[in-house]
């Protein structure tokens, strides 16, 4: 594995079970406990109810492309090899209301677009750390 450049996630208490998880290969969620809704970012309060209560979830990684923008400049030198490549929300298949921010990989930039199926994948950037992305799903339409 060669050195990481890129800026790396700073896991804090609310968000140390969700890198852990991605270190398996796996997105989890929180739900909230009281109103059943599944919340992202992770937070300690739903921002629904208000409830402290809440679990980790496991979710299928499937979405749908919402927005998305192709980066042509890089603006930090580390990208620069990157270019260009595409910054989504993606929206979970799981709720409308968990919308995740990532790059899309496995395919060029000019296939991605709104309403793209796509699946999560991880990057495995240093031992400590693993990235989520998403790819297209397989049968996705390409533009």
């Not at 990481?4 to 997105?27: G, I, N, R, V």
């Not at 968990?98 to 060029?108: D, E, H, K, P």
Request: glycine letters at 4%; hydrophobic letters at 40%; a positive charge.
């Amino acid at each position: 594995m060669t050195t990481y450049t890129k800026p790396l996630p700073s896991p804090d208490p609310d968000t140390k079970e969700f890198w852990a998880a991605c270190q398996k290969h796996k997105l989890i969620i929180q739900r909230c406990l009281s109103c059943k809704t599944l919340r992202w970012p992770p937070r300690p309060n739903c921002p629904f109810c208000t409830s402290p209560k809440m679990q980790w979830e496991g979710v299928s990684g499937k979405g749908t492309v919402y927005s998305y923008v192709v980066f042509r400049r890089a603006f930090l030198a580390s990208f620069a090899k990157d270019i260009p490549f595409v910054m989504a929300i993606v929206e979970l298949e799981e709720s409308p209301r968990v919308r995740l921010l990532s790059n899309i990989v496995g395919c060029a930039p000019e296939a991605v677009h709104i309403g793209m199926r796509v699946n999560a994948v991880y990057e495995d950037v240093t031992p400590e750390v693993t990235l989520f992305k998403f790819a297209p799903a397989a049968g996705a339409q390409a533009r």
